[in-house]
């Protein structure tokens, strides 16, 4: 890469760890199918620099690996993006929008159009929830903001519903399932649904009247909302998942 480009992108993660409050940034430019080059802004715990091998959890971007675990089971025949998504996991009929909405599909969860409300804040504080708590949630009715179908409606449980799917259609829960299918394949071994055991890792902080403040307690762990949330990985592991990706355009067969 070249070096104005390289200071440029250096610059832009400098100004978002100010703008954003962030203790440390790691980041890193995919090109040719490998890791280009790695940067980073401020330090771990450690006072350390973060490296391209320093964990961080990765929130939402781990909807991508459950959304390509759909399509791929789409590419299979296992099911069919426009199925209603209690079809293949029947305990999820219980989740309907307005009187006269249609049976929420795959398609709809997956693009956020189902309709169920925004719930950021209250999914990222249930991400160790247990399959029978969650259950009660299902059976419950949750809460619509819109009609499925009618408008863009970010959802986590719908990300939860997902996952529920892919364990019904597979037989194994989607975190194993995305282990077999993706991560083992693709060496990303540093990659998991747990927080390290190891002390490379970025810690939780929160922001309290403009000062970064050390969070408490540490991070919760892997349960029936993972698949919305949950995972954590590396620069250089991340790296491989894009690059993944990116050969998909590259294919003779993509056009």
């Known amino acids: 890469m070249k070096p104005d480009c390289i200071a440029e992108l250096q610059r832009i993660a400098e100004e978002v760890a100010v703008e954003s409050f962030c203790p440390s940034i790691s980041w890193g430019v995919v090109a040719d199918g490998a890791l ?14 973060p490296t391209a091998q320093s964990v961080y959890r990765i929130a939402s971007m781990t909807k991508s690996f459950t959304a390509a ?4 089971l789409r590419d299979e025949g296992v099911w069919s993006l426009d199925d209603a998504v209690a079809l293949h996991a029947p305990e999820l009929a219980t989740v309907v929008g307005p009187p006269g909405s249609a049976p929420i599909t795959l ?11 925004t719930d950021d804040a209250w999914a990222d504080r249930h991400l160790d929830i ?6 009660v949630i299902y059976a ?4 619509f903001a819109h009609l499925p179908n009618a408008v863009y409606e970010y959802s986590n449980l719908g990300y939860a519903m997902i996952g529920r799917a892919i364990e019904r259609a597979t037989g194994t829960r989607a975190q194993q399932h995305i282990d077999e299918r993706f ?6 071994h540093d990659t998991t649904w747990v ?13 309290q009247d403009e000062e970064i ?12 909302l993972a698949p919305m949330g949950g995972l954590w990985t590396t620069v250089a592991d991340l790296a491989k998942w894009v690059a993944w990706f990116d050969s998909a355009n590259s294919r003779p067969d993509q056009g």
Do not use: C, E, F, K
């Open 36 to 49: 280009a080059h790695h940067g980073a802004v401020g330090a771990l715990d450690d006072g350390t620099p």
């Open 69 to 72: 675990t759909v399509l791929a």
């Open 107 to 117: 398609r709809q969860l997956l693009s956020m159009a189902s309709g169920l409300a």
């Open 130 to 135: 247990a399959p029978a708590d969650i259950d």
């Open 140 to 143: 419950g009715g949750p809460t």
């Open 183 to 188: 991560l083992a394949p693709l060496a990303m």
């Open 195 to 207: 927080q390290p055991t190891h002390d490379n890792w970025a810690r939780p902080y929160r922001v």
């Open 213 to 224: 403040i050390r969070d408490t307690p540490d991070p919760i762990g892997d349960g029936d």
